[in-house]
């Protein structure tokens, strides 16, 4: 079974730091690329960085650049979500998800990360950033 499974969420202060992770099990891990999304109440979901170690594709949004980082460890088939300088407004649900290469060029998906269907979603990690 493909599963997805995020940890790592939790209440912050602004400014803080948190580390989310996202477990993969059941999936050739070289073969995925990794999006972390977000959900804040009342809003659309919105992608904020991905990752695919194997075509060394590495993005983020603008309103994260320089406070997010994202990792991966394939020995582990986790993908990590570091998030220093926290805001209010990055509180949200986060979800990783899992989207296949086979079918997208290096290039295609870097251009497209943020739109395209992914195929696995975890359940999501509730980060909460009081002011």
């Known amino acids: 079974e493909v599963q997805l499974v995020e940890s790592g969420g939790g209440l912050v202060q602004a400014g803080g730091s948190l580390r989310l992770s996202c477990a993969a099990s059941?999936?050739?891990?070289?073969?995925?690329?990794i999006g972390w999304f977000r959900q804040a109440p009342g809003r659309e979901r919105e992608a904020v960085s991905c990752?695919?170690?194997?075509?060394?594709?590495?993005e983020y949004i603008d309103s994260v650049k320089g406070r997010f980082t994202i990792a991966s460890d394939n020995a582990k088939n986790t993908v990590y979500l570091q998030m220093n300088s926290l805001k209010p407004e990055d509180s949200a649900v986060y979800y990783c998800?899992?989207?296949?290469?086979?079918?997208?060029?290096?290039?295609?998906?870097?251009?497209?990360?943020?739109?395209?269907?992914?195929?696995?979603w975890g359940q999501g990690t509730r980060v909460t950033v009081s002011s």
């Open positions: 990752i695919s170690s194997y075509d060394n594709i590495i």
């Open positions: 998800a899992a989207i296949r290469m086979t079918y997208y060029s290096p290039t295609y998906y870097s251009a497209n990360w943020k739109s395209l269907r992914y195929d696995v």
């Open positions: 059941g999936l050739p891990f070289d073969d995925f690329a």
